[in-house]
């Protein structure tokens, strides 16, 4: 593709298609690990702990993963900001399926003593490296090769992505939860890491065959690239990366408690309300995958901002009876947590999240700010199963946790209020020189302007 060039209808498609597609295959090998983290690894990798300290030591390595997640941002932010968009989608994908893979092969405690869950956490790791950079990647390769007008609807693709892969992971582990306890416990669990191999090389396929963005060509013909663009971001937009932050928190958040410390909150009352909060969680997901573009093209009508905090308001009532409703095994009180905590709420939250944050910073540094902002308020909620645990111990008094929820999701229905409106800014470029210029669109002054 020359510079300057637009994107066509079928090159666009293509670019949907493949974004959706490694990111489904890039968050399935994420989830694997959050489900496992719930429901097998406390015994295999932490034993000889009681059943609150497994599950606190496996939510740990959980939460690992996540602080990684800011460093894989900055690093392939970096060259995504400095080369491209596209040769980034590759590589985060490669070192997703490496580490997925290899937590397949590990030895447990009883085998390896302490070196098993030290491998586990540094696969975990690398697991937040490939991820940091994964979500980034997708969404600009979306959005920059679509009309600025319709951000929402066309950054809800990688989205869907994340959906499929929740559905996916869930349905795996439902399936294997078939098992006898020893064989899902022995070698079942296995199974859907050392599979996912398969899936990589499939993505990895279908996204060298995409194009470089032709809003990223622009932007980098007339501007030179930073040098150091996260630093260029912090100096210049702080309030803007607050603001991301937060609403990546609340947006987070959700996931966090309702697939990882709610599952394992439930999943103590037996094997039967473990599968049917799993088949429950399976549905909403798939759901959202409808979802998800509908609320991206409402946000490109009528704002993200109302459409965000809409889903972060009914995330909180959601939150309310979770706890018991899901624990009671009744399918109908677990799909009536599950569908508006997922299907819409997190639905509605998400799927004008990524359009949030793209229109709030320039081209030639986007990436970089969506590392800042996205992946540490997504990290900051990893640690909310690990302070639900602590919180609560083994009673099943989950009050404290709602209360908990709700202080975050309105702290980030606050911070999407109080941003500026990202539509009016339009596009523009950011010249390291100092110069900032209106490339597209602009509108009403200079983002730069908004510290």
Not at 57 to 75: E, N
Not at 121 to 136: D, F, K, P, S, Y
Not at 281 to 305: H, K, N, W
Request: proline content about 6%; charged content about 15%; aromatic content about 10%.
């Amino acid at each position: 593709m020359k510079t300057g060039a637009t994107s066509t209808p079928r090159s666009v498609r293509r670019v949907l298609v493949a974004s959706t597609i490694g990111t489904a295959i890039e968050w399935y090998d994420f989830y694997l690990y959050a489900t496992a983290s719930a429901l097998v690894f406390g015994p295999l990798f932490f034993p000889g702990t009681s059943t609150a300290g497994g599950v606190l030591a496996s939510f740990a390595t959980y939460a690992a993963g996540f602080v990684a997640r800011p460093l894989g941002g900055l690093l392939f932010g970096h060259f995504g900001d400095r080369v491209g968009r596209k040769a980034m989608m590759v590589w985060t994908l490669l070192v997703m399926g490496i580490a997925t893979f290899g937590i397949g092969l590990l030895p447990t405690y009883d085998t390896a003593g302490v070196l098993a869950p030290v491998l586990l956490v540094t696969l975990r790791v690398a697991q937040g490296i490939g991820i940091g950079g994964e979500w980034g990647s997708a969404v600009l390769l979306s959005t920059e090769h679509g009309p600025p007008e319709r951000r929402g609807f066309f950054s809800s693709w990688p989205a869907m992505g994340f959906a499929v892969a929740l559905f996916g992971s869930n349905l795996t582990f439902v399936l294997i939860s078939k098992l006898p306890e020893e064989d899902f416990l022995t070698w079942g669990w296995r199974l859907p890491f050392l599979a996912s191999s398969i899936l990589v090389g499939i993505g990895i396929w279908v996204r060298l065959g995409v194009e470089e963005t032709p809003e990223f060509l622009r932007a980098r013909a007339q501007n030179r690239a930073a040098r150091v663009p996260v630093i260029m971001v912090l100096r210049r937009w702080p309030r803007r990366v607050v603001i991301g932050i937060l609403a990546s928190l609340g947006t987070g958040s959700v996931i966090a408690m309702f697939t990882v410390f709610l599952v394992a909150h439930a999943a103590k009352a037996g094997p039967e309300v473990r599968s049917t909060v799993l088949t429950g969680l399976m549905i909403a997901a798939l759901a959202e995958c409808v979802t998800l573009p509908v609320f991206g093209a409402l946000s490109d009508r009528y704002g993200r901002q109302r459409v965000m905090i809409f889903g972060y308001l009914v995330a909180v009532v959601a939150m309310v009876p979770a706890g018991a409703w899901l624990s009671s095994g009744d399918p109908i009180l677990v799909a009536l947590v599950f569908i508006p905590a997922l299907t819409l709420a997190h639905g509605a939250i998400y799927g004008g999240l990524a359009a949030f944050l793209v229109d709030l910073f320039p081209t030639m540094v986007r990436f970089s700010a969506i590392a800042v902002t996205y992946q540490v308020g997504v990290t900051i909620s990893s640690f909310l199963p690990l302070i639900a645990v602590a919180i609560t111990g083994d009673s099943s008094a989950l009050l404290p946790v709602v209360a908990l929820f709700a202080v975050v999701e309105l702290a980030a229905a606050i911070a999407v209020a109080c941003a500026p409106d990202s539509r009016a800014d339009g596009d523009l470029a950011a010249d390291p020189a100092g110069e900032r210029r209106p490339v597209s669109g602009a509108v009403h002054g200079e983002v730069g302007n908004d510290r």
